[in-house]
């Protein structure tokens, strides 16, 4: 499968695949996005409606090129954060050394930390940094079985009509099952059978203003 570094909107790469005529973020922007849905709406969200919780559990579903992972810890400051992130097809080092994403947010330092967390061994925690805890796993969602609960979910697969599979009832009744009280999942998948999947789990289903080029997006919370 043919996987090419593509430009977007707001000068950030992005991932290609021409075969399935997908991209791994908006060409309107990759940092703009995951900036809109993942930080802001998800991590920024959670730290407001939790100020005092020091430690977060986190589950990104689609490691992807390490970008959401990248903001999360350019981000987290004096929390310790257990990262863990269902990947089952990598991308190459010689595409990850070509994104420039330490280039793109003005800080050469994240360079060095973006190497890592692509470099690091998968299936087991890798700490990067004092208190930011890698767990990249090779598995299916299907498959996953968390070690703890999970405060918030980057709900970042790719869309319904690519992958069906992890869009369905029993997909989100597992992820509510998964989360402590309180938790979040974001994603910046808006479609009315999706939030109606996301109800029939138990969550609390809210639309909320989309990244540049969608209107909408999803924001989900166990109470």
Sequence with gaps: MERVIQHTADGSATIAIPSMAVT??????????SMHVFIAAG?????????????????????GTGLNALLTYQLANEKEV???TLEQFPLPETITQQLGYADNLSDKTLGTTFSAMHACEWGRVVNIGRQFHLCKRREKLEDYQPSSLIDLVYFDAFAPNTQPELWTSPIFNKLYQAQSAGGILVTYCSKGDVRRAMLAAGYQVEKIPGPPGKREMLRAIKK
């Design 24 to 33: 791994y973020h908006s060409t309107h922007g990759a940092i703009q996005e």
């Design 43 to 63: 991590w920024q969200f959670l730290l407001q409606q939790q100020p005092a919780k020091q430690t977060i559990h986190l589950l990104e579903m689609g490691f």
């Design 82 to 84: 257990y990262y863990e």
